[in-house]
């Protein structure tokens, strides 16, 4: 009951601050829209017919990364206007507090990823309507914005104000997108770069709902092996979190 309660607070602190849904999701947009036309040309010599749902799987998990990043700045809002300390000395168990907060991350980011899907429609992109994809998608938005959001909540608790908060995430955010399948195949990739974007575990994130979506089944052992890995870092994540949130209850 009290982490539904804190989702609550927070879901109303969000639509209290709608540009944090607004700024949020416009980059990916412009993304789908302009960079797709674009480059999609130039793409169709690799054999990529349709670019824009080639790249609508990383532009997903970019909407990801923008909404949980906004979810740790509500730690900086709510603390300007008080709640966060009163909410922090209140007879509520820390991981109720996490959770709550975590939980509303995931939420948005599910709200903007169907704006996203919705708007790649007119683009002739084709979502897979067939149950085991939907619930594939579904398990992989969840883990990788339950993951990104503790983590954001993790280092929004360690510093001091909102500037540094947004430097350290794009310096978190960008190399993590760009070093991986998000824009271009990544098959003929050699070297160290090959090493850093097969060690990101955004890049099968992004494999796998592009294979989903490209081809309208699922790879079940790879599906599995992505859901396994988002797992146990959404669990270190979560400990952190905990770990940050109790960190302040001492200062």
Same mark, same amino acid.
């Given at each position: 009951?009290?982490?539904?309660t ?9 639509f ?6 607004f ?6 947009i ?8 674009v ?15 080639f ?8 909407v990801?990364?923008a ?49 996203? =899907?919705l708007?790649?429609? &007119?683009? %002739?992109i084709?979502i897979? #309507?067939n149950?085991? @994809?939907?619930? *594939?998608?579904?398990? /992989? ?60 575990p955004f ?5 796998a709902?592009?294979f989903i979506?490209?081809?309208?089944n ?9 859901? =396994?890995?988002?797992?146990? &870092?959404? %669990?270190?994540?979560?400990? #952190?979190?905990?770990? @940050?949130?109790? *960190?302040?209850?001492? /200062?």
């Amino acid at each position: 009951m009290d982490t539904m309660t804190i989702l609550y607070r927070n879901i109303k602190l969000r639509f209290n601050n709608l540009f944090t849904i607004f700024i949020t999701i416009l980059q990916p947009i412009l993304w789908l829209v302009l960079y797709s036309t674009v480059a999609g040309e130039t793409m169709k010599n690799t054999g990529i017919e349709n670019y824009t749902a080639f790249i609508l799987p990383g532009l997903i998990v970019l909407v990801i990364f923008a909404t949980c990043s906004s979810s740790g700045m509500m730690n900086y809002i709510m603390k300007n206007n008080g709640s966060f300390y009163r909410i922090l000395i209140a007879p509520v168990k820390r991981y109720s507090i996490v959770l709550g907060q975590i939980l509303e991350g995931v939420l948005c980011s599910f709200f903007e990823v169907g704006i996203m =899907i919705l708007i790649s429609l &007119l683009f %002739s992109i084709i979502i897979p #309507l067939n149950l085991p @994809s939907i619930i *594939s998608i579904i398990l /992989l938005i969840f883990m990788t914005a339950f993951f990104m959001a503790s983590i954001s909540y993790s280092i929004s608790l360690t510093l001091p104000n909102e500037m540094i908060y947004e430097t350290v995430m794009n310096a978190i955010v960008l190399p993590l997108f760009f070093l991986s399948s998000a824009l271009f195949p990544t098959e003929e990739i050699r070297g160290l770069l090959s090493i850093l974007v097969k060690l990101n575990p955004f890049t099968h994130v992004i494999n796998a709902l592009r294979f989903i979506i490209l081809n309208g089944n699922i790879n079940i052992k790879y599906i599995i092996f992505v859901l =396994i890995l988002l797992l146990v &870092l959404s %669990s270190i994540s979560l400990l #952190l979190a905990i770990k @940050s949130l109790k *960190s302040q209850t001492k /200062l």
